[in-house]
Nanobody, 122 residues
Framework: QVQLVESGGGLVQAGGSLRLSCAASGRSFSTYAMGWFRQAPGKEREFVATISSTRRTSYADFVKGRFTISRDNAKNTVFLQMNSLKPEDTAVYYC????????????????WGQGTQVTVSS
């Protein structure tokens, strides 16, 4: 099982950008699908994006055209580039690892990071 550590969160104004990183330790990172989820206060954790071991991607409708998921297998890292941020994007963002192909449900993921806070001010 991989261990995951997110970074790159912070405070940004609406319309701004952030790039989240998720560093993985453990073997076989390249064989995992990697996903990003987020959870706002009082809300359930929701799917944001996922990338397969072959770099196929899938996104939630509310981030299409604004967020981009990518991975660097040589560095065991997955990224989430977030552009045109909105106040409603404010949440704790989590990365996770899965053995499945492009899963968009949290219960399909085996390992989770501790999360990184993203706050978008209006």
């Amino acid at each position: 099982q991989v261990q995951l550590v997110e970074s790159g969160g912070g405070l940004v104004q609406a319309g701004g950008s952030l790039r989240l990183s998720c560093a993985a330790s453990g073997r076989s990172f390249s064989t995992y699908a990697m996903g990003w989820f987020r959870q706002a206060p009082g809300k359930e954790r929701e799917f944001v994006a996922t990338i397969s071991s072959t770099r196929r991607t899938s996104y939630a409708d509310f981030v299409k055209g604004r967020f981009t998921i990518s991975r660097d297998n040589a560095k065991n890292t997955v990224f989430l580039q977030m552009n045109s941020l909105k106040p409603e994007d404010t949440a704790v963002y989590y990365c996770a690892a899965s053995r499945l192909f492009l899963p968009d449900r949290a219960y399909n993921y085996d390992g989770w990071g501790q999360g990184t806070q993203v706050t978008v001010s209006s």
